[in-house]
């Protein structure tokens, strides 16, 4: 079995910093593909960042130049730092992971970026 597990969300103000975590545990061979995605009620989860497991990234068009997705193979670990966040940024973040060629997601981390 595969978990995983973000923290990292909470409240900031506009113009603030947040950097969020995502640890994989059990029984893990290998990790592919890891990344952010995000969601607000009503609206379909969306791509935020994307990192293989050779450090290859890709960003929304939304939090380029802005946000940085980073990994530590050691750790089993992906990293989302968020930086000048806007009131537009506030979601739920879910980090998603390829572990031994199946999909599984975390339970979400709340992110509210204030005016």
Do not use: H
């Not at 995000?38 to 946000?67: C, H, M, W």
């Amino acid at each position: 079995q595969v978990q995983l597990v973000e923290s990292g969300g909470g409240l900031v103000q506009a113009g603030g910093s947040l950097r969020l975590s995502c640890a994989a545990s059990g029984s893990i061979g290998s990790i592919n593909l890891m990344g952010w995605y995000r969601q607000t009620p009503g609206n379909q989860r969306e791509l935020v960042a994307t990192i293989t497991s050779s450090g290859n990234t890709n960003y929304a068009d939304s939090v380029k130049g802005r946000f940085t997705i980073s990994r530590d193979n050691t750790k089993n670990t992906v990293y989302l730092q968020m930086n000048s966040l806007k009131p537009e940024d506030t979601s739920v973040y879910y980090c998603r992971a390829v572990v031994n060629r199946g999909l599984y997601w975390g339970q979400g981390t709340k992110v509210t970026v204030s005016s």
